[in-house]
């Protein structure tokens, strides 16, 4: 399966990028580059494939490179490459809107699209301060959230976040008013697949909350409905019941951080059908293109839009938010094709049916070895936790770097690693992901 590279005939430095969430200097001593993509598989720089574990970053759900997604782009940017949306527009954000509507729970269906999950996470709690503002409750402004969320890098999404290194040093930025519940992990769970039985009542940590800061102060209670990227904390049976339960009680939004979650990775078109809780806001991106072109997006109850922009005297902008990119046509008709390709493939209901031969081949490979001291999954997503070597994320750090130099592409965050592969792999790619996992722990 070698592939031919065009080889790289300038000598590239690698100083001047300074690479996100990666240890530079290391990275930089020995690169791992990739340079080629298609379906299952990146290639490296030296032709070596490269099997793709985790759909790049949970991205692209189609498999790589996608002709049909690489056609609808190309042709868009020779016919229309921007649009400032800031008072015009283009009718392909109008008609992704309407399509994505169709797939979204009934209700919430008014989009507002940005360009990153960072930027949707800040985004939908803009609109919850607006909202609330317009209905007159303007001292609703605290934000609950909750340990182990990963709600994105910029502000807002750094305060909403419960991992403590994205954390730590920016602690006198940001939202001040948040509020973290307990996440999910008991250590009871281990080794559960799918929802665990216990922990249902950790949904309670939001009671205590509207107790003790008072529901008049709260805007929205933000969760992903399966913590993805600290390692596929699946919730408690009843806890994200639990958690819309006391929203309805205190008028209290819940949002839905989806952006791992959307777009058939729980074996539903979202976490919100998998659960069958529906939250008031929704929060997505990365699949939204498959990858292809940066792309972000709110779904929003028609009645919060409703009630900014009628709030608003006629002629007058309703909602002061928005990017230079809101909408690009490139992200636009990637993010087009990309949904056609989930739609004529049945993707979500293939990842809903390839979902029990993928949790338990992972659960089967790895149950026994002993640095593995938990594995969790759902859907289309399984992460184990290494037990950690001197310090907590050397080991996990480690296992991507030497899994890559096997062929294997695997996501790790401190000691968890996190199964997420396209949902065209074939059973054939998970027992390839499986076996060689297996293979490179069993040598630590
Ligand atoms: C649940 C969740 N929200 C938000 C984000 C941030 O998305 P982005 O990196 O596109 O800004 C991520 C990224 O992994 C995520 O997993």
């Known amino acids: 399966m070698k592939q031919e590279i065009p080889p790289t005939n300038k000598p590239i430095t690698l100083d001047n990028h300074w690479m996100p969430f990666t240890p530079n200097r290391d990275f930089k001593a020995n690169p791992r580059l990739m340079v080629k993509a298609s379906g299952m598989y990146y290639w490296s720089q030296a032709g070596q494939p490269i099997l793709d574990a985790s759909a790049g970053l949970f991205c692209c759900a189609a498999g790589h490179c996608r002709p049909e997604i690489a056609a609808a782009i190309s042709?868009?940017?020779?016919?229309?490459?921007?649009?400032?949306?800031?008072?015009?527009?283009h009718p392909t954000s109008f008609t992704l809107a309407e399509?994505?509507?169709?797939?979204?729970?009934?209700?919430?269906?008014?989009?507002?699209?940005?360009n990153s999950g960072s930027e949707s996470i800040d985004t939908a709690i803009k609109i919850a301060i607006a909202y609330f503002q317009a209905k007159g409750q303007g001292t609703r402004q605290r934000f609950i959230s909750r340990e182990r969320a990963y709600h994105g890098v910029n502000i807002g999404g750094t305060a909403l976040g419960g991992m403590t290194n994205n954390r730590r040093i920016y602690g006198g930025v940001?939202?001040?008013?948040?509020?973290?519940?307990?996440?999910?992990?008991?250590?009871?769970?281990?080794?559960?697949?799918?929802?665990?039985?216990?922990?249902?009542?950790?949904?309670e940590d939001l009671q205590r909350f509207v107790t003790l800061y008072g529901a008049e102060n709260i805007a929205a209670c933000v969760v992903e409905p399966i913590a993805g990227s600290t390692g596929t904390l699946v919730p408690p049976k009843g806890y994200l019941e639990r958690l819309r339960e006391i929203c309805d009680?205190?008028?209290?939004?819940?949002?839905?951080?989806?952006?791992?979650?959307?777009?058939?990775?729980?074996g539903n078109a979202f976490g919100t059908d998998s659960f069958g809780v529906k939250p008031d806001m929704m929060t997505l991106a990365k699949a939204l293109t498959n990858g292809a072109v940066p792309m972000g997006a709110v779904a929003v109850k028609r009645e919060i839009h409703d009630t900014i922009i009628n709030h608003a005297p006629a002629g007058a902008m309703e909602f002061f938010h928005g990017y230079t990119y809101s909408?690009?046509?490139?992200?636009?008709?990637?993010a087009h094709a990309a949904l056609d390709i989930y739609q004529q493939e049945n993707l979500f209901e293939r990842a809903g049916?390839?979902?029990?031969?993928?949790?338990?081949?992972?659960?089967?490979?790895?149950?026994?070895?002993?640095?593995?001291?938990?594995?969790?999954?759902?859907?289309?997503?399984?992460?184990?936790?290494?037990?950690?070597?001197e310090s907590v994320g050397l080991r996990?750090?480690?296992?991507?770097?030497?899994?890559?130099?096997?062929?294997?592409h695997l996501k790790t965050t401190g000691d968890a690693g996190i199964i997420a592969p396209a949902l065209i792999a074939e059973k054939s790619h998970i027992d390839e992901i499986c076996q060689r996992l297996r293979d490179v722990i069993q040598q630590f």
């Open 75 to 89: 042709q868009q940017a020779q016919t229309l490459d921007y649009v400032p949306h800031f008072q015009s527009a």
């Open 396 to 408: 996990g750090a480690e296992l991507q770097k030497r899994l890559f130099w096997a062929g294997m």
């Open 174 to 203: 940001g939202l001040a008013q948040v509020a973290h519940l307990r996440h999910t992990w008991l250590a009871d769970n281990k080794f559960t697949l799918g929802q665990p039985e216990q922990g249902k009542e950790l949904a």
């Open 249 to 266: 009680q205190h008028s209290i939004l819940l949002i839905f951080d989806e952006v791992i979650t959307g777009f058939g990775r729980t």
């Open 327 to 334: 909408g690009h046509p490139l992200a636009c008709a990637a």
């Open 353 to 389: 049916n390839l979902s029990a031969y993928f949790l338990t081949t992972v659960f089967n490979s790895l149950r026994d070895l002993p640095i593995i001291t938990d594995i969790r999954g759902y859907g289309m997503m399984a992460s184990f936790d290494l037990a950690p070597a």
């Open 99 to 114: 399509k994505l509507a169709t797939i979204l729970p009934s209700g919430l269906d008014r989009i507002f699209f940005t």
